[in-house]
């Protein structure tokens, strides 16, 4: 998704959860070298800097890079922030290059399609070093497309009067996505097209990739992955 828009507002509809934190933890070797891709604003990479992991993060919107490196100065942190795609890895790191890697936030449907999706996975096994972990969380869209939802929870945040409204609309594989942002009266409305990854095709990929140990979860404290109940499909294996 495009955040241009809402990127003044970001940290207030997506801040840093505890649970998430400490799963990110919990899953990476201590001070090891981990990798971000789809940071956003950054708040992963600077909580998982400030437990002392050597952080880089990617992401393709250059205000959130600027928004994550202006915040990473003000907290005297140094993580590594690139402006690049999810779909160019390669390109910006070595093989090898960490210890562990993470892609959460809805960022891998973003993904063109089936074939783009086996390759991703296939960079995330390269730049991982030996018995690098991956965890990845995406919508549990196996639900999504099972039960034809029509959109998502609304975020809202009452202190900065803010709501962020999600919509979906189901074509074949994929999911128009609506998102609506209404700040103090004015409404911001984006559009995106989202492959809807399910979740054997993602343990598949996986798998075909390399990775061994491929465990799904349906939340970030570590309960089981449910097709027609869990919203978030949480995935986590090694290298």
């Known amino acids: 998704m495009p955040y241009d ?139 999504v497309l099972q039960q034809q939802l029509t959109g998502l929870p609304t975020i809202e945040n009452s202190a900065r009067k803010l709501r962020f409204e999600r919509y979906y609309e189901i074509s074949g594989k994929n999911v128009l996505f609506t998102a609506v942002l209404k700040v103090d009266g004015i409404e911001e409305r984006t559009v995106n097209r989202l492959y809807a990854v399910r979740a054997d095709e993602l343990r598949q990929c996986l798998q075909d990739a390399g990775f061994r140990d491929v465990v799904c979860f349906g939340d970030f404290a570590g309960g089981p992955f449910a097709i027609a109940t869990s919203q978030p499909l949480i995935v986590r294996c090694q290298k």
């Open 5 to 143: 828009r809402i990127v003044e507002y970001y940290d207030d509809i997506f801040p840093l959860k505890p649970a998430t934190l400490a799963f990110l933890q919990a899953s990476f070797c201590a001070g090891g070298r981990v990798l971000d891709v789809g940071c956003g604003s950054g708040e992963y990479v600077l909580g998982l800097a400030r437990a002392g992991y050597a952080v880089s993060g990617l992401d393709l919107d250059a205000q959130m890079i600027e928004r994550a490196a202006a915040k990473a100065h003000a907290a005297a942190l140094t993580p590594a922030l690139t402006v690049g795609s999810m779909t160019e890895l390669p390109k910006y790191y070595a093989p090898g290059s960490f210890d562990g890697l993470f892609c959460i936030g809805n960022s891998l449907v973003h993904a063109g399609g089936h074939d783009e999706l086996a390759a991703i996975c296939r960079d995330f096994y390269s730049l991982l070093d030996h018995d690098g972990r991956l965890v990845i969380q995406v919508i549990n869209y196996d639900r």
